[in-house]
Structures are given as structure tokens and as C-alpha cells.
């Protein structure tokens, strides 16, 4: 029971520990202008999106490396930041293991999750189709009809749509939508963090995970913004639905 109590106070004592970052930053060669903030989404998420030359990369703790700072490095030798997630460990040491970048590109996007202690990064490239559909639209959750969003021609990774989204009478979860990347479910498809999102709240979005879905809180046209690479969502109500 001692040894069970011992482990239960070590772990907590962890996922204290992983909240208490306020705030992450990236440094090295690999960063353009040495050091760049990472915007914090949520507790046990930190992420980048932006350019990366070829080189090293740091995950710290304060702006500038200092005494107090932290290293979140790789548990693994010559680890690429491109990767589908590995573990991390803390350091006090500055000499810690890099992560390594391999080549130069403007679209890198890096998640750091210090409490499940892993980091996942990858190139990003444009989608060829977004959709929009379930109970709020006219489309329903009928695959095969989904509604097709528009790409910017000035930014592929942006898509947005304007159209009428109201509660569905007699429709399953009739005020719920989500975006996928196919005219089709379960493959490519963004989701909100919590389960019931109102979209005009809410304009963090993720790409795969749980089946989470946004809501309306009133019928009216929508314009929608995605911003695929940025992992935005921005939606404004724009009218009542003519009657």
C-alpha cells in the first residue's frame, strides 16, 4: 500500500510539475532569430508553427537560458523534430541532447505535451479538399454529401465556406458539425478540444484525435474560416436564416 501511495504522490506530483510551464520556447540554429515563443493552447499543449533551417532545436523553459531554465529534450540519440511523437525528458543540464531538423521549410509545426512528456512535429502540406458537415447542416452526416469549403487562391492551407447552420429536427446530434478532409468520414478531419465547442467561442482546433464536434448556439448564416496550418477556426454569425 506504501509503494502504491509513493506512486500515486510521484505521479501527481509530475502533472503539477508539467503545468507549471507557463510558457515554452524554442532556441538554436535551427530557429529564425534564435529564439521563438511556442503559443501555449492548453496546459499540456505548446505548439509552433512557422519556419526552421536545418540545424538544432531546444525546447526551454524561460526566454533566455539562464539557471532557472529547463530543457525539454529528446529520450532518444540524434532525434529529427519530425516525427509522430517521442518521448521527452527535463534537463537542467545545457548541453542536453537537440532535437534536429534535417532541411529548411516554412510550414514545420511542433507540438510540445510536457505532462504526457512527448514531442510530434511535422511538415505540413496543403489539403486537397475540406468539408463541412453534420446535424446543423443541410447535408446531415450522410457521406457523399458533404458540404465542399472553398481554398484560398493566395493560401491553400485556408478554406472557408458561408452557408445557413441551424438545429435539425429529428436529425442525430442536430446542432453538431465538424470539417473533414474527404467527402467521407473517419480518414482526414479536424475537431475541436472539448466535445460540444461553441464555434463562435472557441477558435482552437486540432487535426485527428477524439471525435469531438462543434455546436451552434442559434441558427443564421455563418461565414467559416479554417486555417489548417495555423490550426484556427474563425466563424461569425452573420444574419437570421431568411424565413
Not at 36 to 51: C, H, I, M, T, W
Not at 135 to 152: N, R
Amino acid at each position: 500500500m506504501r509503494t502504491i501511495i509513493m506512486a500515486l504522490g510521484l505521479m501527481a506530483a509530475s502533472a503539477i510539475h508539467a503545468q507549471q510551464y507557463k510558457q515554452l520556447w524554442i532556441t538554436g540554429s535551427a530557429v529564425p532569430g534564435g529564439t521563438q515563443p511556442l503559443e501555449r493552447v492548453s496546459d499540456n499543449d505548446f505548439k509552433y508553427a512557422g519556419s526552421l533551417k536545418a540545424g538544432e532545436l531546444k525546447v526551454i523553459t524561460t526566454k533566455k537560458i539562464g539557471k532557472n531554465t529547463e530543457f525539454l529534450t529528446p529520450a532518444m540519440p540524434d532525434a529529427n523534430v519530425v516525427n509522430h511523437g517521442i518521448a521527452l525528458t527535463a534537463s537542467a543540464e545545457a548541453n542536453a541532447q537537440a532535437w534536429q531538423v534535417a532541411f529548411d521549410d516554412d510550414h514545420y509545426r511542433i507540438h510540445v505535451y510536457p505532462d504526457s512528456k512527448m514531442l510530434r512535429g511535422e511538415v505540413c502540406v496543403p489539403w486537397g479538399e475540406l468539408f463541412i458537415a453534420g446535424g446543423a447542416t443541410d447535408a446531415g452526416w450522410k457521406e457523399g454529401k458533404m458540404l465542399l469549403m472553398t481554398q484560398q487562391l493566395d493560401n491553400p492551407y485556408v478554406w472557408t465556406w458561408e452557408g445557413e447552420l441551424r438545429r435539425h429536427v429529428g436529425v442525430e446530434e442536430p446542432t453538431s458539425f465538424k470539417f473533414q478532409g474527404q467527402n467521407r468520414w473517419f480518414l482526414k478531419a479536424l475537431y475541436p478540444y472539448e466535445q460540444g465547442t461553441d464555434i463562435l467561442v472557441d477558435n482552437r482546433l486540432r487535426i485527428g484525435g477524439n471525435d469531438t464536434k462543434w455546436v451552434i448556439s442559434k441558427d443564421g448564416v455563418y461565414r467559416i474560416t479554417v486555417d489548417i496550418f495555423n490550426e484556427k477556426v474563425k466563424a461569425q454569425w452573420l444574419r437570421p436564416i431568411a424565413q
